[in-house]
């Protein structure tokens, strides 16, 4: 069965400085993998997909998560965090188009 | 393009009453989904419907939980009887279909407290 682990529940930077969440899937093949974002009390919006074609994937607002098959990971970063970036973050793995959610990565941003 | 509608956005019901979510997906995508996310996890698939047909129902609890798709276009889900745990969001989502590099489209959910 596909899954994936976010490695840390909740993450806090200062703006401007880099933010990285960490995600590890488990997969028998080559997965397709998703990030997403969840801004208080509004829907959850995709920030990048990986579909087996680069493995550097760029998303909206600054984005990107690198897919690493030998370390099982797909961590997200982006290199200056601003005070909007502020927002539960989840990593998602994608088995026959359904979409199986890790626990959420709650990233604050301090001024 | 009109996002997915999602009504009731706000629901507060006793234990053992019945309650009922409407979702109208983006026009022209086949695929919709139901979701459930308690509060600190992430979102879990209910239930998941290619036009009208059921494709996938293993994690909806068929005891008190039942969805319908009847035209293929908008969705109604139910709870009946409801329970203290049913306290959750419920959201909707739809795609284009169901290939896994389609992106499912969310609505802003319906928020469900049972007392």
């Known amino acids: 069965a596909q899954s994936v682990t976010q490695l840390d529940s909740h993450v806090s930077v200062s703006e401007g400085t880099p933010v990285l969440l960490r995600c590890n899937y488990s997969?028998?093949?080559?997965?397709?993998l998703f990030w997403y974002v969840q801004h208080p009390n509004k829907g959850l919006q995709l920030l990048l997909k990986?579909?087996?074609?680069?493995?550097l994937v760029k998303g909206i607002n600054g984005f990107e998560a690198e897919f690493k098959k030998s370390e099982t990971s797909f961590h997200l970063t982006k290199p200056s965090a601003h005070m909007s970036d502020a927002a539960e973050y989840f990593c998602?793995?994608?088995?026959?188009?359904?979409?199986?959610f890790g626990q959420g990565t709650e990233l604050s941003v301090k001024p | 393009e009109a996002g997915v509608a999602q009504s009731p956005r706000y629901k507060i019901i006793e234990k053992r009453q019945s309650v009922a979510f409407w979702c109208n997906p983006i026009?022209?995508?086949?695929?919709l989904y139901w979701y459930q996310q308690i509060l600190g996890q992430g979102p879990k698939l209910l239930i998941q419907?290619?036009?009208?047909?059921?494709?996938?129902d293993s994690q909806l609890p068929k005891d008190r939980f039942s969805a319908e798709r009847l035209k293929g276009v908008d969705s109604t889900l139910k709870i009946q009887p409801a329970k203290l745990e049913d306290s959750a969001v419920y959201l909707c989502?739809?795609?284009?279909?169901?290939?896994?590099?389609?992106?499912?489209?969310f609505g802003p959910g319906t928020r469900l407290t049972v007392l």
């Open positions: 989502a739809s795609s284009l279909g169901l290939a896994e590099s389609n992106e499912q489209f």
């Open positions: 997969s028998s093949y080559s997965p397709s």
């Open positions: 990986y579909t087996s074609a680069a493995t």
């Open positions: 998602v793995v994608s088995p026959g188009g359904k979409l199986i």
């Open positions: 026009s022209g995508h086949a695929t």
């Open positions: 419907f290619q036009n009208n047909g059921v494709v996938d």
